[in-house]
């Protein structure tokens, strides 16, 4: 049932939907300028298979493989499954078939990938622990770092991802192997995949065809900028040494006050005034850290509205829910040789996805909670089973990745978080897992996992 939700999600996407972000990121891959306001990697990979059959449709089969075939490893075993799998299993195809998992994964973004690739790292600890060869699990465990490696190039904040399995890979040692040891192992798994992310953007420099841009500080300053807006349209001053109840002050707070919304930053930097404010301050060193040191509640305030709109949006539908069909800008369209297109079948899925626009299914909390109840069932077992830990893990880094946009949040599309349900998709395939309990041969094969 798994691989037919991938042949219905390929037939039903394929090339792939294409939005803004998704064209100028071929467009990077294919000439090789990257612009560096998004990470390299999936430009890259766009780049790369672009060469081999031009388009999006190679790439798309690779990405959405890191999401399918690791559930089909994860749920596979040969003993009899207890009413738990069965009713795992079924809530797992469940959410294949929403618009949420059918149409993201048919849709060309690297939240999409990242969230792959992060499932794909814990999938292969998850099999490190329960083969019994060596090999296979020295195998497992390298393959593990290499994709937490990517994760972490397709994100900023992915790194998040790496740390949890590297704890994971420590804690999941047994109890014969002193502290010393696990932290050892881990430290190790670590440094191989820090070296393997500077590996990785060191090709891309290589083959680019001008230096990258700092994506870093382009989204520093986009960042800083929404803080600073979010700040005076809660009450803060806009000039530290001016009150707020000057003539400028005033003008300058209307103009926030007016277009500041904490949904997204988009509509504030179209403002004109807000625009020439910031040019203003860009000439004031650490004005955005004062701006937050002498309004803490300001900046609270304004973080708790937009993380809000992240995780329970009061209106989903500006949320941008689903994508489909292929846009961008003019000239990248023109570059690459593609048309603004919404085929039948894209108005077909989207009149499926708006269905569910008013359920939980595309509401954050929603999968916060699933991951809680999830790992709480993982946790209350009565009796262990081999990965539980390394879910465990998956569970908590898509919850503490959940969390960083409580401080870096610039806007509340649903796609930021798809690491959510993606791990909440591959904790259910482990608790469709018809595996033997640690207390016989899974316990065998957890020796040796992180040698």
């Not at 100028?24 to 081999?52: C, T, V």
Request: glycine share 8%; proline share 6%.
């Amino acid at each position: 049932m798994i691989l037919l939700t991938w042949l219905v999600s390929l037939a039903l996407n394929a090339p792939g939907q294409l939005s803004f972000d998704s064209v100028i990121q071929l467009l990077e891959g294919r000439s090789g300028a990257y612009a560096g306001a998004h990470p390299p990697l999936m430009s890259a990979l766009l780049g790369f298979f672009d060469q081999i059959v031009p388009g999006t449709a190679l790439y798309l089969v690779l990405s959405s493989a890191l999401f399918y075939v690791p559930l089909c490893v994860l749920v596979g075993g040969t003993e009899r499954r207890s009413a738990m799998n069965w009713l795992a299993g079924a809530l797992l195809i469940f959410a294949l078939v929403t618009p949420l998992l059918l149409v993201y994964q048919g849709t060309v973004w690297k939240d999409v990938l990242f969230a792959n690739l992060s499932l794909s790292t814990f999938t292969c600890l998850i099999l490190a622990q329960r083969s019994d060869r060596p090999r296979a699990r020295i195998a497992l465990v390298a393959s593990a770092a290499i994709l937490g490696a990517l994760a972490a190039s397709a994100r900023q904040n992915g790194l998040i991802v790496g740390l949890f399995a590297a704890v994971a890979l420590g804690v999941m040692m047994p109890a014969p192997y002193s502290m010393r040891r696990r932290a050892t192992h881990a430290l190790v798994w670590a440094l191989v995949a820090v070296g393997a992310h500077f590996a990785t953007h060191a090709a891309i420099e290589v083959t680019a065809a001008r230096p990258i841009g700092s994506g870093m500080s382009w989204g520093l300053t986009v960042l800083h900028r929404y803080d600073v807006a979010g700040i005076i349209a809660n009450g803060g001053p806009p000039f530290p040494s001016s009150p707020v109840t000057s003539p400028e002050s005033e003008h300058i707070v209307t103009a926030f006050r007016r277009d500041y919304d904490p949904s997204r930053v988009d509509s504030l930097m179209s403002n004109g005034e807000v625009a020439a404010y910031f040019r203003e301050m860009n000439r004031v060193p650490g004005h955005w850290w004062r701006m937050v040191r002498d309004n803490p509640l300001a900046w609270l305030e304004h973080r708790a509205a937009v993380f809000r709109w992240m995780v329970a949006p009061p209106d989903v539908r500006r949320c941008l829910p689903v994508w489909l069909g292929v846009d961008g800008p003019d000239t990248a369209l023109a570059a690459l040789g593609l048309e603004r297109e919404v085929r039948p079948q894209d108005v077909a899925l989207y009149t499926y996805a708006a269905r569910w626009f008013e359920t939980p299914l595309f509401v954050n909390a929603t999968w916060v909670l699933i991951a809680l109840v999830l790992a709480g069932l993982i946790c209350l077992r009565k009796a262990g089973r081999t990965g539980d830990m390394a879910v465990l893990a998956m569970l908590a880094s898509a919850l503490a990745f959940t969390a960083t946009f409580a401080l870096i949040g610039i806007a509340c599309d649903v796609r930021y978080l798809f690491l959510l349900p993606v791990a909440c998709c591959g904790a259910l395939a482990h608790l469709a897992h018809a595996a033997p309990q640690m207390q016989g041969e899974g316990e065998a094969s957890a020796r040796s996992v992180g040698q």
